[in-house]
């Protein structure tokens, strides 16, 4: 009798581990600048449903992510070019071991890919700043995801067409240095040198008029920081 019940006792707590590993398996989102076998998954299926006419090379470029935004538009999902969970699943992209080994990230894991993107971004758009205009950039991009009027993740903010010039021009892609992390992980962790600015720009070198409509709140080094 004895032996019954620790064979039940250990068999109610195999049910719960399985529960508990299944909930946190999902899969991986890939946006601008992915790469690999996630990405040739989402390629290969937009292109089966005539969204995407490129080459399935695993490369998350300009062409991947106007076949996501026009897949997500098309299917009542957020369009913000990031091919997260909820896009995944609309894809038909089940959990593979790859993508359940990627997804079962900590929060911590998550949180160091949040801030070697942010400093890219960082990098790319500040390095000779002042470290608190540095910062101020990151702040800006944290405040956009928790704006009702733009994406709402780091990756859909950073990528969302036209935002950044060094999306544009390439230098996203730069590595970054230590005081782009520190900067980044600064702004993730909640100063906002900026206290709630959506815009910034160089006076010296913008050429849009619109940018030059939005109320300026503060000027950190060469940029002007604006609501």
């Not at 900590?106 to 890919?113: C, E, F, I, L, R």
Request: charged share 20%.
């Amino acid at each position: 009798m004895k032996k019954r019940v620790i064979r039940a006792c250990a068999a109610g707590m195999c049910m719960v581990m399985l529960v508990f590993c299944s909930a946190g398996e999902a899969s991986a989102a890939v946006y601008w600048g992915s790469r690999g076998a996630q990405v040739r998954q989402v390629q290969r299926k937009l292109k089966q449903w005539g969204y995407y006419d490129g080459e399935v090379d695993g490369v998350f470029g300009q062409e991947t992510y106007d076949a996501v935004v026009y897949f997500q538009r098309k299917n009542g999902l957020t369009a913000d070019g990031v091919a997260g969970t909820k896009t995944l699943n609309a894809l038909g992209i089940a959990s593979s071991a790859e993508n359940a080994v990627a997804a079962s990230s900590s929060g911590s894991s998550s949180y160091a890919s949040d801030v070697e993107l942010l400093a890219r971004l960082i990098h790319g758009e500040a390095r000779g700043e002042p470290y608190v205009g540095m910062v101020a950039v990151g702040a800006v991009v944290l405040n956009r995801v928790r704006s009702s009027s733009f994406p709402n993740t780091i990756a859909g903010v950073i990528y969302q067409q036209g935002a950044f010039d060094a999306v544009k021009d390439g230098q996203i892609n730069l590595t970054p240095n230590e005081q782009s992390r520190r900067a980044a992980r600064d702004a993730l962790n909640g100063w906002d040198p900026t206290n709630g600015c959506l815009y910034y720009y160089n006076p010296a070198t913008a050429t849009s008029s619109w940018i030059w409509t939005r109320e300026v709140r503060l000027n950190i080094g060469d940029h002007s920081f604006a609501v």
